[in-house]
């Protein structure tokens, strides 16, 4: 008996490095499908957090390899770099040219002054309050000078610097560090090194994804940058435009690779994984392409009957799509027809008198399972598990965007300004131990989506417009971001989401 026990005892590390060993030829394949989605459990909305700093409709994020920080921008030209840990905020300026931050002196001609701010935070908050311009600073450091329109921000509570980059006037960009024009698409490598960032002014700039400086610009489409994605483990980036043509560039090398054609209306989105290939959203042209790089040649999909706005690859045969018909599709990449569709995602809406279905606006999927999540204007974010063989569609959770507000410390954005206004000394003392209160947040349009890497939890960039137009505004939504805490039930790794508090 124990003879056996002890060759059962060996045995278990060799099935486990098997299972790792099959794991990982199935992810080389495209074939891996981890069944996760049934240990998802129902997310509760009062942890779910809410951070803002962008003044106009968010537009795209991406998450950071490591899952410790998220990368977001906006329609009005602006980056944000958010850590997720110990509550860090960012301050972050409106989309104006600035030759440096604020000083005494411009603070003292917009009528902005000084205040202080609450124990275990940043020295002090500059408030230039006549152009909305918010600037935080790290205990003991001072204030930014040179010509540079990215500047280190203090992070709240951390202690640690962060990036801001701010968007710019029309017609500075030759002047102006960051963009000057909507920003639609970001990527970041696979090794967290380069940031890429795609704009209606048809540019398409590299980043260093630590510093947040700007390192190169990438010209040559004839119209608006609306999709990039890097492929996994290399430097090879892939970019699709409303000029209707895909490119390939080294980022490495800064350097153009070539061009592809194909579509016969605007490229809406594009993704890519490990293999030399790449996925693009047609729009109007009703089409899903796969583009094969070394072969140059392409497939192409059907089955949607709207504008396909969004798409991501689950794995390296399968991937996901939205339109603007309502519909999501699960598609493998040798068929031309979905494998699943689900119509209607999001129920129907009664705009101006006519029913019409939600527009699916993002789509995101966990890589590697069968968990999915799509987001249109409908108030909510709504999960989905994906059947065996992805030949199926099944409705998990709707997730409500409403946030169960703590008027207090949890109550800051970023830089410690609060939401309505600029807190005094005397208010911190009086609300040293938060209150909580309910605060419904209307959501607006969910622009983009998000899975961590480890799957912990889903990030959704919220915005009261719609990414690539203004078809509709919802005043009462809040440009931000929200993230959303994924719970597991204990048969399923149950992975500690971030305090993003």
């Known amino acids: 008996e124990e003879r056996a026990a002890a060759e059962e005892e060996e045995s278990q590390p060799a099935d486990l490095i098997g299972d790792r060993l099959k794991e990982d030829v199935l992810e080389q394949k495209g074939r891996l499908q981890r069944l996760v989605a049934k240990d998802v459990q ?7 957090r809410v951070l803002r700093g962008h003044q106009l409709p968010v537009t795209c994020l991406v998450i950071s390899p490591d899952d410790r920080f998220i990368f977001s921008a906006s329609k009005d030209g602006s980056l944000i770099k958010c850590k997720c840990s110990l509550g860090s905020r960012l301050a972050v300026p409106p989309a104006s040219t600035l030759r440096g931050p604020c000083s005494s002196r411009t603070a003292g001609a917009c009528g902005g002054g000084l205040a202080p ?13 006549g152009r909305g311009l918010v600037c935080a600073f790290q205990s003991g450091g001072s204030l930014p000078g040179g010509d540079s329109d990215a500047f280190p921000v203090g992070e709240v509570e951390s202690g640690k610097r962060l990036c801001v980059v701010p968007g710019g006037k029309k017609g500075t960009e030759e002047q102006h560090m960051g963009h000057a024009s909507h920003v639609l698409c970001m990527a970041i490598s696979s090794d967290g090194k380069y940031l890429a960032t795609g704009d209606r002014n048809k540019l398409i700039m590299i980043w260093d994804a630590d510093t947040c400086k700007r390192l190169h610009i990438f010209t040559g489409h004839r119209d608006a940058v609306s999709g990039l994605s890097f492929r996994k483990g290399t430097h090879q980036l892939y970019s699709a435009s409303h000029d209707r043509c895909v490119k390939v560039w080294n980022v490495a090398e800064n350097a153009y690779v070539e061009t592809l054609f194909g579509h016969q209306d605007v490229i809406t989105g594009l993704d890519s994984l490990s293999r030399e290939c790449c996925v693009t959203a047609g729009g109007r042209d009703g089409t899903v392409r796969l583009w094969k790089i070394p072969e140059e040649s392409q497939l192409v999909f059907y089955g949607h009957q709207g504008s396909i706005d969004c798409i991501q690859l689950i794995n390296e045969e399968h991937m996901v799509s939205g339109a603007d018909d309502g519909s999501v599709a699960l598609w ?22 006519l029913q019409q279905p939600y527009w699916i606006s993002a789509v995101a999927a966990l890589r590697n399972s069968d968990l999915l999540a799509t987001g249109s204007h409908s108030a909510s974010v709504k999960l989905w598990k994906c059947g065996e063989g992805f030949r199926k569609l099944e409705p998990l959770w709707d997730i409500p965007v409403v946030w169960m507000g703590r008027f207090g410390k949890q109550e800051l954005g970023w830089g410690g300004v609060s939401r309505w206004g600029l807190p005094s000394l005397d208010s911190w003392r009086r609300l040293r131990e938060p209150l909580t209160l309910p605060c419904p947040l209307q959501v607006g349009f969910v622009n983009s989506l998000k899975f961590s890497a480890a799957g912990d939890f889903l990030v959704a960039g919220l915005g009261q417009e719609h990414r690539l137009g203004r078809w509709w505004r919802v005043k009462e939504a809040k440009n931000s971001i929200c993230i959303i805490p994924l719970k597991w039930r204990a048969t399923a790794p149950s992975p500690e989401a971030p305090d993003c508090s």
């Open 42 to 48: 129902p997310p509760d909305p009062a942890s779910i």
């Open 117 to 129: 701010a609450p124990p275990g935070m940043c020295t002090c908050i500059i408030l230039v309050s």
């Open 332 to 353: 493998g990449l040798t068929k031309k027809k979905p494998l699943a569709l689900a119509r209607q995602a999001h129920g129907m809406q009664d705009a101006q008198g």
